[in-house]
């Protein structure tokens, strides 16, 4: 049995984050009919907060979700912003906090770096930039950019073409945020960006340490679905922001593994025959991270009991004891330990 995600319960104390908040946050301005304006990072140089590709979206009001920089250039860019949805065009913004003047008349940071902003108006009723965001998160596929290099949309602005891609189907759009159907070739001179999609993570079983593990996956923004079939151990999900409950037991897993692209897998079933079986499955897959729940002895002995090819093949992608060694102990260390590790092996794969 598998449990569609709309129907899955949600932490409603814990925030959603990262680029998911953004999507989130782009539909409740629509539905609300409200413009908006989707702040790209298409440049950086030197230290910065945000590189190419950062998403942030503001309202009328300011930020409304994402941040540029610690709080010191949000200032600047909401005012952008509000000029962006009073006029209705795109525009790009510079800052530059490289030099020593910066940090007595500028932003006093001291980062030494520089960010060009391109700000993106998302009109209220139809916007193809907005499209191409959900589909992208819905489709968990990469959002692709195609920003005419300009600098200055007034005036001629409108017949500057804007390109969004979610896997095969394309969206165009010009300096307004508005729809062009026809195709007048690439931008000039094109900016190229890639926003990668929310990392998914399958968990196979839980256990204590689930509701902690989740609220920090949530707060950043990762999608993750739970393969647990005995109902006692899937209540520990329940309430906490679970993408997707997959039911179905030990036996579903093929399907399931063949049908969706994880980023990583979880093996914590508490139970040695079950983290058996996953272990067997996830080595025929090629998903990057795997970590196994538990003390070194008993990895040695699962992996015994697998065989040594399936060993073999796990090996260089198995992190067990999974987690960095953080010290302290109960289920919120565990699911701390667990998500630190498992950050810094995504960002890895994502080059950062």
Not at 70 to 96: M, P
Not at 226 to 239: K, N, P, S, V, Y
Request: glycine share 14%.
């Amino acid at each position: 049995m598998t449990h569609d995600p709309a129907s899955a319960q949600v932490d409603a104390t814990t925030p959603l984050g990262g680029l998911r908040a953004v999507v989130e946050g782009a539909r409740a301005l629509a539905a609300r009919g409200e413009a908006g304006v989707l702040a790209v990072v298409v440049e950086t140089t030197g230290s910065t907060y945000r590189k190419p590709g950062a998403l942030i979206l503001l309202d009328a009001h300011g930020v409304h979700v994402g941040a540029l920089s610690g709080g010191c250039l949000e200032g600047e860019l909401e005012t952008a912003a509000r000029a962006v949805l009073e006029r209705g065009f795109a525009t790009d913004l510079r800052f530059d906090t490289s030099g020593d003047e910066d940090r007595v008349f500028g932003s006093g940071t001291g980062c030494g770096g520089s960010t060009r902003v391109r700000l993106l108006p998302l009109p209220a009723a139809v916007s193809p930039l907005r499209e191409a965001l959900i589909e992208a998160d819905e489709l968990g596929a990469a959002l692709e950019l195609l920003l005419d290099n300009a600098t200055d949309f007034i005036g001629g602005g409108e017949a500057r073409i804007h390109g969004a891609a979610a896997e095969a189907r394309r969206h165009r759009f010009d300096a307004r945020g508005t729809a062009k159907n026809d195709d007048p070739g690439s931008p000039n001179e094109p900016i190229a960006l890639v926003v990668r999609p929310a990392p998914r993570v399958l968990l196979l079983g839980a256990g204590p340490e689930t509701p902690p593990l989740l609220r920090l996956t949530r707060m950043l923004g990762w999608r993750v679905e739970l393969a647990e079939h005995r109902q006692r151990w899937a209540r520990f999900a329940e309430g906490c922001g679970i993408d997707r409950l997959h039911g179905g037991g030990p036996d579903t897993l093929p399907t399931l593994l063949d049908g969706t692209h994880f980023d990583a897998a979880l093996v914590m079933n508490h139970n040695y025959l079950l983290d058996a079986r996953g272990l067997t499955r996830l080595a025929a897959t090629t998903i990057g991270y795997v970590g196994l729940l538990g003390p070194a002895a008993r990895r040695d002995d699962l992996l015994a009991e697998i065989g040594p090819d399936a060993a073999a093949r796990l090996r260089p992608r198995l992190h067990a004891p999974v987690g960095l060694p953080l010290g302290g102990e109960g289920a919120e260390a565990i699911a701390l330990a667990i998500v630190a590790q498992l950050q810094g092996a995504l960002t890895r794969r994502d080059g950062a």
